[in-house]
């Protein structure tokens, strides 16, 4: 059974960080472009990073540059979302998903697979 699962997120200071794991089960994560995208309530999904099969990175949306990065640790079958300099309009559910070729889509309706979530809330 293909799976993956996000885990990271939590309540977290203006200005703080966190690390969000996207860990897949059940197929090798190097073998498909994996996206991050978010959600806030009320608000349309909207794409954040995406590390395509062969490593290259897209920037899905402009906000993203200089304060959130993506990688890859094949050894654990897991792409990580570095956030940084969080700010409280970065409050959504992310999510990641894998689409199985070398190929990043800004738009969230490619991707075949998805996580469950993970809640990131920034507040003070």
């Known amino acids: 059974q293909l799976q993956l699962v996000e885990s990271g997120g939590g309540l977290v200071q203006p200005g703080g960080s966190l690390r969000l794991s996207c860990a897949a089960s059940?197929?090798?994560?190097?073998?498909?472009?994996i996206g991050w995208f978010r959600q806030a309530p009320g608000k349309e999904r909207e794409g954040v990073l995406c590390?395509?099969?062969?490593?290259?990175?897209?920037y899905l949306a402009d906000f993203v540059k200089g304060h959130f990065t993506i990688s890859r640790d094949s050894t654990k079958n897991t792409v990580y979302l570095q956030m940084n300099g969080l700010k409280p309009e970065d409050t959504a559910v992310y999510y990641c998903?894998?689409?199985?070729?070398?190929?990043?889509?800004?738009?969230?309706?490619?991707?075949?697979?998805w996580g469950q979530g993970t809640q990131v809330t920034v507040s003070s």
């Open positions: 059940g197929f090798t994560l190097d073998s498909y472009a």
């Open positions: 998903a894998a689409v199985p070729w070398d190929r990043c889509y800004s738009d969230y309706r490619p991707y075949h697979y």
């Open positions: 590390i395509s099969s062969s490593d290259d990175v897209t």
